[in-house]
């Protein structure tokens, strides 16, 4: 088939390049001229393992980049890929999908044949409907259901393994409204679902595809905060929290996947998505109180940390290392990271701080351009007071001899993963 996806950041751009690989031919349609120009020129424009071989493989050939939605007009089903971020009060800002939409639908007013348009981006039930079709309609002149469609797939995959979870998924989830529509949205998927190991394929209505991916990631991120809140009640009773954890795994209606406490959940969509369905809930005059309580233990993870130091250490004057800055190992990516709120409080306090990361440093100087940065672990443990380990990159775990560069050695491991050694004070936070 012929795909066009419109938006070619982190999905976008993953999707294209796998959709690519399994047979269709793919166009991108970005308004950053530089995100098109290096994916004509076959490489990748966001880091991602796999990503780039993909590219080198189809570029040129089956995968194409432009600033032109006329591209879309010899496709036969496009996806909107666009960011979908937070405004100020938590609710979900459509402006980029609007205007997306608006272009889209401008350019549909010129194709004579079918076309489906299907809603990739995580958007609050009834966005789909509601809102990017109204739009498309004003714009193209048609009507939904007659010479195009819409429909909403949801995407599951993670940073840092994107590629493998794109091709390789658990659930695909297929939203539609019309017969065509899912013939269509089925067609598309046939190839990957063909070679996936074990896909489970879920057709459902719109409203229900797009609820699909908050109830996903909401359960995910309060499946965290649950596991924080018991590990913190473990901690005042001198409980080990992993024997626990590890052993409510073993029932099988909780699972041992996803039970890792620790100083908590960031990143680029885990906020803004339980944030966007906190405010929707409200919207409807509904209070979702788990949820609400998954953010209060959330928020209050860092700050936890940050009295665990005060038990041994003045933050005030004191020179503090913080280890890990990527909201988690294996990207460079900041987007609410845990180290952001920490770092603030720390501040607050009058620490002088430090922070090292493998490979997210310059991402987080951005933020933060006036703390100190080292080159190494070790580096910014020298002449520390205190250590505060917030991201489990691996090399966190190795770290040993290097603790004897500090002053007085406290370390607080937001992530339990440091060899503990006798001779200095270490305290896990959970
Ligand atoms: P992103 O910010 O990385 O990419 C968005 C792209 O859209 C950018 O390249 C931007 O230049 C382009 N763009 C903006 N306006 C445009 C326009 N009018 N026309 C064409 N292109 C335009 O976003 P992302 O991380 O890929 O997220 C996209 C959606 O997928 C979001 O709703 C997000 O919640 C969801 N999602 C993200 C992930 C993830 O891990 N990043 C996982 C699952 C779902």
Redesign the pocket.
């Known amino acids: 088939m012929k795909l066009s996806i419109?938006?070619?950041?982190?999905?976008?751009?993953?999707i294209a390049a796998c959709f690519a690989e399994v047979g269709h031919d793919v166009v991108n349609?970005?308004?950053?001229e530089d995100?098109v120009a290096t994916l004509n020129s076959g490489e990748s424009?966001?880091h991602e393992p796999g990503l780039d071989d993909l590219i080198e493989e189809h570029a040129g050939d089956r995968l194409r980049a432009t600033?032109d939605?006329e591209a879309v007009l010899d496709t036969d089903a496009t996806f909107l890929?666009?960011?979908?971020p937070s405004t100020d009060d938590g609710h979900i800002d459509l402006s980029?999908?609007e205007?997306?939409a608006e272009?889209l639908g401008a350019t549909l007013a010129e194709k004579d044949d079918y076309h489906l348009v299907v809603t990739?981006?995580?958007?609050v039930p009834t966005t789909t409907e509601e809102v990017i079709a109204p739009v498309l309609e004003e714009a193209s002149g048609k009507r939904v259901g007659e010479g195009f469609d819409v429909g909403m797939n949801?995407?599951?995959?993670?940073?840092g393994s994107?590629v493998e979870d794109f091709l390789d998924p658990d659930k695909v989830v297929l939203g539609s409204q019309t017969d065509r529509a899912a013939e269509t949205l089925r067609a598309v998927f046939d190839p990957l679902v063909e070679q996936a190991s074990d896909a489970a394929v879920v057709e459902t209505g719109i409203r229900e595809a797009e609820m699909i991916?908050y109830a996903n990631n909401a359960f995910l991120a309060a499946k965290i905060s649950l596991v924080n809140d018991l590990a913190n009640i473990c901690k005042e009773y001198d409980v080990d929290s992993s024997e626990v954890l590890d052993a409510i795994g073993l029932d099988s209606r909780i699972g041992s996947e996803f039970l890792g406490a620790g100083v908590g959940w960031g990143?680029?969509?885990f906020p803004?998505?339980v944030a966007a369905i906190v405010a929707a809930a409200r919207d409807v005059g509904y209070e979702p109180a788990m949820l609400e309580a998954a953010v209060a233990v959330n928020d209050r993870q860092p700050v936890r940390m940050l009295d665990i130091l005060r038990d041994h250490v003045d933050p005030s004057g004191a020179r503090v290392a913080v280890l890990g800055l990527a909201f988690k190992p294996g990207t460079d990516d900041v987007r609410n990271s845990r180290a952001i709120p920490l770092i603030d409080a720390l501040l607050d306090a009058g620490a002088d701080v430090v922070g090292y990361d493998p490979v997210a440093t310059e991402n987080f100087r951005e933020k933060f351009p006036d703390i100190d940065y080292a080159d190494s672990a070790g580096a910014a443990l020298d002449g520390a007071d205190a250590a505060l380990v917030v991201t489990d990159w691996d090399e966190f775990a190795a770290l040993y001899d290097e603790f004897d560069a500090m002053n007085e050695p406290v370390v607080v491991d937001g992530r339990s993963i440091v060899t503990r050694r006798d001779d200095i004070v270490y305290e896990s936070l959970v």
């Open positions: 419109i938006g070619s950041g982190y999905v976008g751009t993953t349609v970005d308004i950053d995100v424009p966001i600033t939605y890929a666009l960011s979908t980029i999908m205007a997306a272009s990739k981006s995580t958007v949801p995407e599951f995959l993670r940073e994107a991916k990143g680029s969509c803004k998505d």
